[in-house]
């Protein structure tokens, strides 16, 4: 069975420099296809074209979230009930994760996340050139163009999920469900319960140290949630 899925192992994701955007973004692509034949359908260089009208030629401070939507609709991804993974201070240890266990499925597993992982592209105002350096980064201002992306793709992700949904939080935070991260501003508020079972904390931990499954903001991340949905939480040693 081909089950949609790409890990960052297996396919070379070289760096770009500014030129080279549209090739290392089409040359991701192209591999991820080929490694996940259930995105055969996608079309790389569409998918180019639906990436670069959302900033070319914009103020790379001014590209609201809703500029990927053409991206986000371009791309075909089937939704993997049950196998979706969440994960917030936890990038690290999340992909290790995923790689080794081809179940588990992060944003970054799947086309638009692994293609734009760890890149940096923006636009200016009157020009039609792509940049890959001088961006403003990610807290500069509120709508830069990789943030944006990121919700954007993130949103999306969420809206897909069903099934039994897992987070991976860091338990070696204060907070571990922190309020202005990506997973809470967006993607627990998209969780919708008519398609999730339940949503799986799995709260990363060194041995016998850090935040427990007690942890207020774990019971913030419960009272966020519809009570419809079941909840769990575990805390993992590392
Ligand atoms: P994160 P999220 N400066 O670990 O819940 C620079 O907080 O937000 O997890 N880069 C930043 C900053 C910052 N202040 N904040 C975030 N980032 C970037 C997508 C940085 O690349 C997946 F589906 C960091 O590694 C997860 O469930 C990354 O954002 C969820 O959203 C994640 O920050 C993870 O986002």
Not at 95 to 100: A, G, L, S
């Amino acid at each position: 069975i081909s089950l949609g899925v790409a890990h960052s192992h297996v396919l070379s994701s070289s760096s770009p420099s500014s030129e080279s955007l549209k090739k290392t973004i089409i040359d991701r692509c192209e591999a991820f296809i080929q490694k996940n034949k259930s995105s055969s359908a996608n079309n790389c260089q569409k998918i180019w074209s639906a990436f670069e009208q959302a900033f070319v030629g914009r103020d790379p401070c001014n590209v609201p979230m809703e500029a990927y939507d053409p991206l986000i609709h371009t791309v075909i991804q089937d939704p993997v009930c049950n196998r979706m993974l969440f994960w917030s201070k936890t990038k690290k240890i999340a992909h290790d994760f995923t790689e080794k266990r081809d179940c588990f499925l992060t944003l970054e597993d799947t086309l638009v996340g692994f293609v734009m992982n760890e890149l940096t592209w923006c636009g200016k105002e009157e020009s039609n050139e792509t940049f890959t350096t001088g961006c403003p980064g990610w807290t500069d201002c509120v709508n830069n163009t990789v943030r944006s992306f990121w919700n954007r793709a993130s949103a999306a992700f969420a809206d897909a999920a069903c099934g039994d949904v897992t987070a991976m939080l860091n338990g070696s935070i204060a907070t571990p469900f922190s309020p202005t991260s990506v997973f809470a501003t967006i993607e627990v508020k998209r969780f919708k319960a008519a398609k999730i079972k339940s949503l799986s904390v799995v709260l990363v931990t060194k041995e016998n140290e850090g935040t427990t499954c007690d942890d207020p903001s774990l019971q913030d991340l419960q009272k966020e949630i519809d009570p419809k949905l079941k909840y769990n939480c575990k805390a993992v040693p590392e």
